[in-house]
């Protein structure tokens, strides 16, 4: 299930972006005393008592012809639009403005869960001013200090209770999630449009036609899938328009969602460093993946072709090692065939569980072969392995020493792993724990 997504709303200069920074946990947001310096929206993940959210942060909303302020409100809208839950700022100390007003508006008409905190109550002598912000029509105003971080808990208390519950889930659990990312114009609408052999995803050779996460269930072969198109992530700094902006955050989503995620290359433009970072996405998620390299009819081919662009991926992609590759046309419908056996079979090694007694004859095998590390005079010891989850498979080593597990080893043990058990397309996370935890 994807992480809920609260926006903070209010008009310019209410202390949004220091009350951002406080719920993250970190100065992400330009902290300025000036009106209008929040000019976009900042996203960034958050947790609080063990609920994890994505929060967005934005530039003030103000009702003016100035292009930059309409430019600001519309950034606030799409925010809006997107957040399951919206924390609207006010000033405690200016009181309520014509601007609030026209805030609590806009709020009204999106019909989302509202929970309005009033900013800058630096001391208990000035909870008074609390009661004129009843007349927004929001509920109980709560009182905070951004700047000192006083009342953020019991503002984050009332947002956590809009949250839905954690065992909602819209498909059965046998269903195969695949979602498809990747920069614009590298044809993710088209491989949908030729997997599902209609025209159920709008398809057009202007970059970013693809607006929003789109779920198109279907079976195939007995095996109940879901498709998630979403709209193509740009580098930071070169998209201009703001739907583009916001469609990074619903790809993120879309990804949370999936099992199974197909990162899309252009064959015709070759890999770039902003590919790099969609598929870091993925793998930061944990999900299984499949590398498809889109377009491979437009290139001019001989015997050594494909190897060679399987060797630069590999070479990008170091981190990947464990993804396979498909090349394919989805105009052409070449080697279209070997997508959804693909991806059923990274999906079952996403969810592969290895029996404990076979993992720890596993790891005495390799420790025989290769002994672990020692640290200045300390040797590393492993008692005790277990596979503590999957999607993907968790293995956690009890050791005697967490710190003697040095990356090397633990890649070596990752690799027998990989070699003993079929973990294709997966990644695999390893974990030391001392002996006694």
Not at 341 to 356: G, Q, Y
Request: include cysteine.
């Amino acid at each position: 299930m994807p992480k809920p997504v609260v926006a903070i709303v209010g008009r310019p200069n209410v202390g949004k972006s220091t009350i951002f920074n406080r719920i993250v946990g970190e100065r992400i947001a330009i902290v300025e005393d000036m009106p209008g310096v929040t000019r976009d929206r900042l996203y960034s993940s958050a947790e609080w008592l063990n609920k994890d959210f994505n929060l967005i942060d934005t530039g003030g909303i103000e009702i003016s012809d100035e292009p930059l302020l309409e430019q600001m409100r519309e950034q606030a809208e799409l925010a809006i639009s997107e957040a399951d839950v919206i924390i609207f700022i006010v000033n405690g100390r200016e009181g309520i403005t014509s601007a609030d007003e026209e805030v609590a508006k806009i709020l009204f008409r999106s019909k989302k869960p509202i929970v309005l905190g009033v900013n800058k109550i630096d001391n208990p002598e000035m909870r008074d001013q609390l009661y004129e912000f009843y007349s927004l029509g929001m509920g109980d105003p709560i009182a905070i200090s951004g700047s000192h971080g006083l009342g953020i808990g019991d503002l984050l208390d009332g947002v956590c209770k809009h949250f839905p519950n954690d065992d909602d889930e819209d498909y059965d659990q046998d269903t195969i999630r695949i979602s498809l990312i990747g920069r614009p114009n590298v044809g993710k609408s088209s491989l949908v449009n030729s997997l599902l052999g209609e025209e159920r995803v709008i398809v057009s050779d202007i970059a970013g036609t693809t607006r929003d996460a789109i779920d198109t269930p279907f079976t195939k072969d007995g095996q109940d899938y879901v498709l998630i198109d979403t709209a193509g992530m740009r580098k930071r700094g070169k998209v201009y328009e703001s739907t583009e902006k916001y469609s990074v955050l619903r790809a993120l989503k879309a990804i949370e969602r999936s099992d199974v995620v197909l990162v899309v290359l252009n064959a015709e433009e070759g890999i770039i460093e902003q590919d790099k970072k969609i598929a870091g996405y993925a793998h930061e998620a944990g999900r299984a993946l499949v590398i498809v390299v889109n377009k491979w009819d437009t290139i001019e081919k001989d015997d050594k072709t494909m190897r060679e662009f399987e060797q630069k991926i590999r070479d990008h992609f170091q981190y990947l090692s464990y993804a396979p590759i498909l090349f394919l046309s989805a105009k052409t419908k070449q080697r279209l065939q070997h997508v959804l056996p693909t991806v059923k079979l990274v999906s079952e090694n996403h969810s592969l569980r290895v029996p404990t007694n076979v993992l720890n004859d596993l790891v005495m095998d390799a420790v025989a072969m290769n002994p672990t590390p020692t640290d200045k005079g300390r040797r590393l010891k492993i008692n005790y392995t277990t596979q503590v989850a999957v999607k993907p498979p968790t293995f956690v080593f009890f050791v005697n020493e967490p710190e003697l597990m040095h990356f090397s080893y633990e890649r070596f043990l990752e690799n027998r792993l990989r070699d003993t058990f079929e973990f294709q397309g997966t990644p695999i996370k390893i974990i030391a724990r001392k002996k006694n935890d």
